[in-house]
């Protein structure tokens, strides 16, 4: 029995049918990003046969619906959810789910399951399952993905299972025929770069740092520091405290220290004065107070402070005025660090909180991992020294100097290679020296097409390295390999370019490399101030500058021109406004992640 379908959206809606076991869902997730890759926007609806919930006990979310709301809805930033009691027998009807969905939002709906319904459908079959197929009595299968070997009534369209890129096709075809006569889809192309190349070599920023960071064994060398000497060294040993932290309890303020009982007295007899550095040599007995100063331990016997703008003295004694609660300001022996506890575990770069923390805990020396050795060379015959006359028709290098900065922003050893023009024999020469000296290698220049081709053979002559176009704006090419036992990186010519590649690329593993764990680029939502464009399929990193509005909102406004060859826009700006692969348009008053330059810069 067969169940009539309205859409009632204006955009389409395409099934996936298939019995349990055949793989739906295995499909959908490699059909999603694919799609995702040719600019479609999807929303995916599920249907689920039991009571299900995608909450988590405890949440306030699920505490409130457990409590009576029919209706729940969770929102931040990022993303909203409303899940609803729908208390009754029948699940609800899909055009009614549909209605949920923002179709301003996305281009086509897919559909996983709702078998009977009479919704255009991609049927999914796998014969070595053994299950009977859908279309001999759904005359809504649009289409049948199955394996090569099934055999099928010739005027049903067949689609290979195991070819996401032809399944990706189906889709597209058919959303395009659906709007044919009504509104546009706004397909992309595939990324321009995807035709031409062999794709294993074009990556997104995400899959780029993932391969990178798999080539990184973070240095497990340390040494032993004066705790002046380690700012910006990574901690090579957790820090065990010595002691409690707070060492004593003591007084949280000027006033003071007595012993609490309900109701108060009516005054208290002041029998000493006791200031920090110095202790009250008896037991406080109740009724007696002693003037205390901040950080003076608590005398034995008392347990509360009232603090001295709400105190009279009167002669001898002290009359305490306000709410008093037992414990009030009273730091704890070991509230802030108790002895035994890590204070602060390996693999945390030092700065001024944390060494501020090991010192008060007593240590002079700290363990840290060895400074990495960074090589950096520049190349390029037009490119000059300054400092010196720039010769005719050439440029002064900026790039290795924007380059050793960052590297000695990250706490490593630079190793000044100079420029290296424009040979074979040079730079093999180049990047054989410095191979033995350092941990990386960074270049600059020579890695976009049409370069010399000198610079691939020089670099196969002595590594393995790849040359890879990255999905981003600016530094699209980059190169990453081995030389011996040093990680290599051929950062792009233009100099924003460059200093964009080594905040993605270059930054992530020369942390690792160092020993921090768990470091991750900070990104903030800021809402965009102007339209800011993008293409799809890459991202765009733009210089910007943040600032915090009157509605008291981060905002985010781009520094103008952005030619990759600019350096003025990252002097001008303060951050990276990164535009999502996905991210196309984004109007005034859109979210928008930025990348702070404070990191590194
Ligand atoms: P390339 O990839 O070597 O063709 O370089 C791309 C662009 O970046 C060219 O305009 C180069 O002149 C420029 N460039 C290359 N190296 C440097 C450098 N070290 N400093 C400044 N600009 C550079
Ligand atoms: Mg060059």
Redesign the pocket.
């Given at each position: 029995m067969s169940i009539p379908f309205n859409n009632p959206l204006s955009i389409p809606v395409l099934g996936f049918c298939a019995y349990s076991g055949t793989g739906k869902t295995t499909l959908l997730k490699k059909l999603i990003p694919e799609l995702n890759r040719r600019g479609l926007r999807l929303a995916v609806i599920k249907h689920a046969h039991h009571n299900f919930d995608v909450d988590i006990p405890g949440k306030d979310s699920y505490e409130m619906r457990k409590a009576g709301a029919r209706q729940m809805l969770v929102a931040s930033h990022v993303r909203w959810a409303l899940m609803t009691e729908d208390l009754v027998e029948e699940a609800p009807s899909l055009p009614h789910l549909l209605k949920q969905i923002e179709a301003d939002k996305v281009d086509i709906v897919l559909v996983e399951g709702f078998k009977k319904l009479e919704l255009p459908k991609i049927e999914l079959h796998r014969a070595a399952h053994g299950k009977p197929f859908i279309h001999t009595h759904d005359a809504n299968i649009q289409a049948i993905a199955c394996c090569d070997d099934t055999v099928l009534p010739s005027e049903l369209r067949r689609l290979d299972i195991n070819n996401v890129g032809q399944i990706a096709d189906f889709v597209i075809e058919y959303a395009k025929q659906w709007t044919a006569s009504g509104t546009q889809l706004p397909l992309q192309a595939a990324p321009e770069c995807g035709c031409e190349l062999d794709t294993s070599k074009t990556l997104s920023v995400r899959q780029g740092i993932d391969k990178i960071l798999t080539y990184v064994n973070p240095i497990r060398v340390s040494e032993l520091v004066d705790i002046d000497d380690s700012s910006n060294r990574v901690l090579a040993e957790d820090a065990i405290s010595p002691v409690d932290v707070p060492q004593h309890t003591n007084s949280a303020m000027d006033g003071y220290a007595f012993k609490f009982s309900e109701p108060m007295l009516g005054s208290y007899k002041i029998v000493a004065d006791v200031m920090a550095g110095h202790s009250y040599p008896g037991t406080l007995q109740a009724g007696e107070a002693v003037r205390i100063m901040t950080g003076a331990p608590m005398p034995v016997g008392a347990d509360t402070v009232q603090m001295k703008e709400l105190a009279e003295e009167n002669g001898q004694t002290v009359s305490f005025n306000g709410e008093i609660r037992l414990g009030d300001h009273v730091r704890q022996a070991g509230e802030d660090i108790a002895k035994d506890t890590t204070a602060l575990a390996a693999g945390h770069r030092l700065q001024a909180a944390h060494q501020g923390m090991l010192a008060s805990l007593g240590f002079g020396r700290l363990p840290v991992y060895r400074k990495p050795k960074v090589a950096v060379f520049?190349?390029?015959d037009?490119?000059c020294q300054p400092g010196e006359p720039l010769k005719q028709n050439c440029?002064?290098?900026?790039?290795?100097f924007t380059i050793k900065s960052m590297v000695k922003q990250l706490g490593c050893e630079v190793i000044d290679l100079g420029?290296i023009h424009d040979s074979e024999a040079a730079l093999v020469e180049a990047l054989k020296g410095a191979a033995t000296q350092a941990d990386v290698v960074i270049s600059?220049?020579?890695?976009?097409v049409g370069?010399a081709d000198f610079i691939k053979l020089a670099l196969a002559k002595v590594g393995q390295i790849n040359f890879w176009r990255i999905n981003m704006r600016p530094g699209r090419?980059l190169a990453f390999g081995q030389i011996g036992g040093s990680l290599f990186f051929g950062l792009?010519?233009?100099?924003v370019a460059?200093m964009v590649s080594f905040m993605q690329f270059v930054q992530p593993a020369l942390r690792k490399l160092a020993g921090e764990t768990d470091w991750a680029p900070t990104l903030v939502p800021a809402i965009a101030d102007a339209p800011l464009r993008s293409r799809c399929g890459r991202t765009e990193f733009m210089r910007g500058v943040h600032h915090l509005a009157s509605d008291g909102k981060l905002h985010v406004t781009s520094t103008g021109a952005q030619g990759s060859?600019m350096l003025s826009s990252m002097v001008r700006g303060n951050c990276l406004i990164v535009i999502g692969e996905r991210d196309e348009q984004l109007m005034p008053g859109d979210t928008v992640y930025i990348q702070p330059f404070s990191d590194l810069l």
């Open positions: 520049s190349t390029g037009e490119v440029i002064y290098d900026s790039n290795r420029i600059s220049g020579g890695v976009s370069d090419p792009p010519g233009n100099p460059v060859g």
